[in-house]
C-alpha cells in the first residue's frame, strides 16, 4: 500500500528565502506526482504535475523535482513572499489508481 | 477554461438529519469526478469516485452514497448524519484516474 510523507509538517521562514519542501512514497512505482496548495478553509489548487518520465517542472517561482528510484520529491520556491504562505500537498499516483495523498507541509513567510 | 462548483459553502445539520452536497463541472466533457473528505488534523481522503454516468466507486466503508445523474454533476448524499461526519468535503476532476486533478472551493459541514 503506497504511504506518502512530508517534512517538514510546519516550517517558517523570513520572506525573501528560498526553501524546500519534501514529499517521499514508499512505492516508486509511481505514474504521476502531483502538488497541490491548500489556503485556509480552501480546496486545493495545482501547482506543477510531474509525469514519471519527467524529472522536473517549473511554473514561475516553483520547481519540482522528481526521483522515483529514492521514492522523493522536492518543491523549490525561491525568493519566498508572505503570499506563499499556505499547506502544501503532495499527491502520487500508480497507473490505473488514484492519487494518494501526503499530510502537507504548512508554511508561514513572515514578512 | 474548466470550472468546478460546489454548493452549499457552509452547512450545519443535527446529528440523524439528510445530507445533499452537490458539485458541478464545466468546460470539459465525461471528467472523472471525485469526493474527497478532509477532517480537522486529517489528511485527505478519498470517499467515492466516478469515471462515467451512474459509475460510482466507494473507497470507504461508511455511511454515505454518492451518485452521478448526469455528465459532469456529482452528489454526495447521507440519509442520517453522524457526528463523525462533520468535516470539509471536497469534489475534483480529472480527465483520467492518473492525470492532474483539480479541485472545488469544498463544503464545511458541522454535524451537531
Known amino acids: 500500500k503506497q504511504e506518502v510523507t512530508q517534512i517538514p509538517a510546519a516550517l517558517s521562514v523570513p520572506e525573501g528565502e528560498n526553501l524546500v519542501l519534501n514529499c517521499s512514497f514508499t512505492d516508486s512505482a509511481i505514474y504521476n506526482l502531483q502538488w497541490f496548495r491548500q489556503d485556509p478553509g480552501k480546496g486545493l489548487t495545482s501547482l506543477l504535475l510531474?509525469?514519471?518520465?519527467?524529472r522536473e517542472q517549473t511554473s514561475g517561482r516553483l520547481n519540482a523535482s522528481l526521483d522515483k528510484s529514492s521514492g522523493r520529491s522536492t518543491l523549490y520556491i525561491a525568493a519566498s513572499q508572505p503570499g506563499d504562505s499556505a499547506t502544501y500537498l503532495c499527491?502520487?499516483?500508480?497507473?490505473?489508481?488514484?492519487?494518494?495523498f501526503g499530510p502537507g507541509t504548512r508554511l508561514s513567510v513572515l514578512p | 477554461s474548466q470550472t468546478i462548483h460546489q454548493w452549499p459553502a457552509t452547512l450545519v445539520q443535527p446529528v440523524g438529519s439528510p445530507l445533499s452536497l452537490e458539485c458541478t463541472v464545466e468546460?470539459?466533457?465525461?471528467?472523472?469526478l471525485y469526493w474527497y473528505r478532509q477532517a480537522a488534523g486529517r489528511g485527505l481522503q478519498l470517499l467515492f469516485y466516478s469515471v462515467g454516468i451512474g459509475q460510482i466507486s466507494s473507497e470507504v466503508p461508511q455511511n454515505l452514497s454518492a451518485s452521478r445523474p448526469q455528465d459532469r454533476q456529482f452528489i454526495l448524499s447521507s440519509k442520517k448524519l453522524l457526528l463523525s461526519d462533520s468535516g470539509f468535503y471536497l469534489c475534483a476532476w480529472s480527465g483520467g484516474r492518473v492525470d492532474e486533478q483539480f479541485f472545488g472551493p469544498g463544503t464545511r459541514l458541522t454535524v451537531l
Open positions: 510531474i509525469q514519471s518520465s519527467q
Open positions: 499527491a502520487v499516483a500508480h497507473y490505473g489508481q488514484n492519487f494518494v
Open positions: 468546460g470539459t466533457s465525461n471528467p472523472n
